[in-house]
């Protein structure tokens, strides 16, 4: 089966082609970074703008890449949530309107199931049950997979989502956006410990995490002094650590907790260097093993889209009344996991 996947939630248009017997065939992403870097965050209208764009040709590069006709597709999965909503109805329109021209059933998928399930397209792939700590832009989750479309929540963010503390600091810190992997770049040239942050919540004996506090304490030690550029590195380090021994510590907590041995992390935040180093020390420490999407399919992408479709056809998960929405189809901007029928 051959599942096209569309992701147009937030800044960033992934289109790939997954084959349930030979794997991925092609994927391809156009990310709007530049565009939005001069306004300091995504502009949504300009957003969904370029989504209209960027899809066409997107297509005719994963169909050419893989040499696959168009015709040969069995399904076309697409972001339905959670997102902006005038970029999820680029995506969605699309593929709805696709789906019906070539008559085949279109897929809506959950934006989070696909980061969730996109550990399993690496070449190391876990194997349920296992525990996901789901970390992007706007999300901070723990959550108890035990197959395709089984998801318990833990724990998550009561306020900022780990991405967006590291996006809004480095505002702080007059870095550009995306803020994530430029604190994460600063943080490289600075030493931790020398300006002391808290850990919030590290003690809270539960599975729940509080960033927004962190970046409070990121904005007085900002206004307290001068800031040279040495010290602006020590913060971005000193955050960087916070951060990173939190999610570590409670992620290895819920592993403990659910007498589980694999850990699986996805989303952007996944991608952090210092996060995975402390990760797998960890893990290894606990005897147990984490597993991290590729690289390349930490951050947005259409892959996981086109994976997560075909999962959920192959587990039967897809109602039929889902691939006929056309004319009467809705994305849903707003859409917790736990919702997910
Ligand atoms: O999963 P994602 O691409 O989009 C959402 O669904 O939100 O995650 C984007 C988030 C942003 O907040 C970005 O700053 C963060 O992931 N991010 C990073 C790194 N790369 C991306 N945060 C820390 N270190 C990184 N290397
Ligand atoms: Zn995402």
């Known amino acids: 089966m051959i599942v096209l996947g569309i992701e147009s939630s937030c800044d960033e248009t992934g289109v790939a082609l997954f084959d349930s017997d030979h794997g991925l065939l ?9 565009m939005h870097e001069a306004y300091g965050g995504v ?54 309107s696709l789906a ?11 934006h989070l199931e696909g980061h969730l399930l996109s550990p399993l397209l690496s070449k190391n792939p876990p194997k349920f049950p296992f525990i996901a700590l789901l970390v992007s832009g706007g999300h901070t989750q723990l959550m108890r ?16 989502a780990a991405g967006e503390a590291f996006d809004k600091t480095a505002k702080l810190l007059g870095l550009g956006y995306p803020g994530g992997p430029a604190l994460a770049a600063l943080a490289e040239q600075g030493v931790p410990g020398k300006i002391k942050l808290p850990r919030p919540m590290l ?38 650590e916070a951060v990173t021994e939190v999610l570590t510590t409670k992620s290895l907590a819920a592993v403990r907790h659910c007498g589980l041995d694999t850990l699986v992390v996805a989303g952007g935040v996944g991608a952090n260097h210092r996060l995975r180093e402390r990760l797998n020390k960890a893990a290894a420490k606990a005897g147990a093993g984490v597993h991290y999407p590729e690289l390349d399919l930490c951050t947005d992408n259409g892959a996981m889209i086109a994976f997560c479709g075909a999962q959920r056809l192959l587990a039967g998960l897809v109602k039929s009344s889902e691939g006929k929405l056309v004319g009467k ?13």
């Open 329 to 341: 189809f809705s994305v849903r901007p707003r859409w917790p996991l736990q919702e997910l029928a």
């Open 203 to 240: 003690h809270s004996g539960d599975f729940d995490f509080s960033f927004s506090g962190l970046k409070t304490a990121v904005l007085t030690a900002v206004r307290q002094s001068a800031m040279a550029g040495s010290e602006r590195a020590d913060l971005a380090a000193e955050f960087q």
């Open 43 to 96: 502009v949504p209208e300009l957003a969904s703008r370029d989504h209209i764009r960027r899809l066409i040709p997107l297509l005719e590069r994963v169909l050419a890449e893989s040499s696959t006709a168009k015709e040969n597709i069995n399904a076309i999965a697409y972001t339905v949530g959670p997102g902006l909503a005038g970029a999820l109805l680029v995506g969605a329109s699309f593929a709805e």
């Open 145 to 160: 997979v035990s197959g395709v479309g089984t998801y318990e929540l833990l724990g998550e963010s009561l306020d900022d």
């Open 100 to 110: 019906l021209a070539l008559n085949i059933p279109a897929v809506p998928v959950h």
């Open 26 to 34: 092609a994927h391809a992403v156009h990310t709007q970074v530049a």
